[in-house]
């Protein structure tokens, strides 16, 4: 599991988010945090920082423990949304590919609460920073599948949990779907047959419409200073050699917020 969750594309997601980062921060809450994947990137970028690292993932800690625990680095195991912190703790949190598990599992009520409490914890200029999965919207798009792949779809709209997928077959390989629907798919193709199948076939990677987040982060009062898409979704049509033709470009996999805390 902590192999399939630390590819080496992540890299330059994990220093685009650290980079969003004031260099002077002095503690930073990596809010599930996972392997930790984040931490050497973040005690590169803010560097006198202590890092607090919060999951609910027992096995995830110990992994983190064994590979990217530092002296300036903790963890702590916590039932998010409810973070057992004091107010103004904090000069950073971080949630990278974390906050849409709320979102599918506990309902947007719990990730808006999850956002007024990240406001509680951070100090005045203190600033949350998300890279999360977005929802590139319900465009139709045609895409040519290896057989291999085709046979895969076909799995994956049968044992896909959140909704019902659908697409339409074209010939040659060829196949016309929406663009969310494919792009769930394309980006759970790694899960099929591995240990986090179960897991990845009861939640999407396509929850978040980038304005209605931001929209979301204005109301707990956070001030947007930063909101881009990011990770090329060819990255993935390129590692499964999948052709797509679409009457616009595509959108990014990511969306990559800052807000920050001004009275």
Known sequence: MARVLSPRGRRARLQAVA???????????DLGSGIGAVIPHLTERATAAEILAV?????????????RMTQRSNRVISHIPELP???????AVVAIQFLHEIFCFLGPSALSSTFDKIYDLLGEGGCLVVLDHQNPGPARIKAQLPEELHLKLVYFTKHFQPRTITFEELGDGWVRMSMRDFYDFITKIFSLGTPLEDEEMNEEH???LRA?????????????????GFTPIELHLKRF??????DSPLPKRHLLVRGEKIS
């Open 85 to 91: 912190f004091r107010a103004k703790s904090f000069d």
């Open 19 to 29: 980079q969003l980062i004031k260099p002077n921060a002095s503690i930073i809450l």
């Open 241 to 246: 050699k999948v052709r797509v033709e679409a």
């Open 55 to 67: 999951d609910q993932s027992v096995y995830l800690l110990h992994k983190q423990k064994t590979q």
């Open 206 to 208: 396509t929850p978040f």
């Open 212 to 228: 209605r987040f931001v929209q979301m982060l204005q109301k707990a009062g956070f001030h947007i200073t930063h909101n881009s």
